[in-house]
């Protein structure tokens, strides 16, 4: 017993919380799974999980237009407060999981491996941004786990478990992304695909995921319509959260009145994610936030990030 909480404490030193069934922050969603882990592995933030998701997942040897498209879909997913769920494998995956950071959005990246390591190992970075932006990394598998062949495709019913629907970009007839999907339709979730080119290797199984019933999506909204009425009203409480009007009565110009709504009290934005969703150049967003900062309405952190300032 004595050996067991040392083993707790020094995975506590490390970042790593073990979250067992039992425990009331265990994800509901995968209670519902074949064979469910009788404990996770996680570290960073629980705060995505409260959020309806959906993964993205694809080849590891994407297109262009593979990547494009789970970059693109991702970032406009996640500016509508959805959560983006990958296996942050090379590719398509990283992709999602990039389009996702240019915004803050929030994101679970499910690994193969022991949580403590990064695979594939150019992906550390990644890994530390989605921590450091408020995301969340687990495992069902302990810490030194290594990237056995065998535990990726087990890892697949983890990502389609978190899911409400799960995105298929690109895939080969046999790939790890077509194990994600079947493992979505056995727990009865959304399946959706990006069509594509006939010739194209990675295009087959999303093609035929589309010829058996897929949702064939061109946008983000493609799959935004099909959410059910709750997760809607989910997604409409976080936008209303995140647009809160207690706005000052000082005179505002329009541009001021854009970047502070997309400030919070409790939280920072950085500068590029303001300029993504401001819609505006680097210099006229700075000058914005100079003036909020004049009239006391905005102040800066450290790393060029920015919070509403408390009255």
């Not at 064979?35 to 705060?47: A, E, N, R, W």
Request: glycine share 10%; hydrophobic share 35%; proline share 6%.
């Amino acid at each position: 017993m004595e050996k067991i909480k040392e083993e707790d404490d020094e995975l506590l030193k490390e970042g790593i919380k073990i979250v067992p069934y039992s425990d009331p922050l265990y994800p509901e969603g995968l209670k519902e799974i074949v064979d469910p882990p009788p404990c996770l592995y996680l570290k960073g933030s629980f705060k995505p999980f409260s959020k309806p998701s959906v993964a993205i997942v694809g080849s590891r040897n994407a297109t262009i237009y593979g990547l494009n498209v789970a970059e693109t879909i991702s970032k406009d997913l996640a500016l509508n407060g959805v959560t983006i769920v990958s296996g942050l494998a090379r590719g398509i995956d990283s992709s999602a999981h990039k389009g996702s950071l240019c915004v803050e959005g929030a994101q679970i990246g499910v690994t193969g491996t022991g949580i403590d390591i990064v695979y594939p190992k150019d992906n550390e970075k990644l890994f530390e941004d989605i921590i450091k932006k408020g995301g969340a990394l687990i495992s069902e598998f302990p810490p030194k786990t290594p990237p056995l062949k065998r535990n990726f495709p087990i890892r697949n019913r983890i990502i389609a478990g978190l899911s409400w629907g799960v995105l298929i970009v690109e895939a080969e007839v046999r790939s790890g992304s077509l194990v994600t999907g079947r493992f979505a339709v056995e727990t009865g979730k959304e399946v959706f695909a990006i069509p594509h080119n006939i010739t194209s290797s990675g295009g087959v199984g999303p093609n035929l995921l589309i010829q058996k019933g897929a949702k064939l999506v061109m946008s983000a909204q493609d799959i935004l319509d099909e959410m059910p009425d709750f997760l809607k009203s989910k997604l409409l409480r976080y936008n209303e959260q995140l647009l809160e009007n207690d706005i000052p009565s000082l005179p505002l110009k329009e541009e001021e009145l854009k970047i502070l709504k997309l400030l919070r009290k409790d939280e920072t934005r950085s500068i590029d994610s303001l300029i993504e969703l401001g819609g505006m150049s680097l210099g006229k967003t700075l000058s914005v936030i100079s003036s909020l900062k004049i009239k006391g309405l905005c102040e800066e952190h450290p790393g060029n990030r920015f919070s509403r300032k408390e009255n």
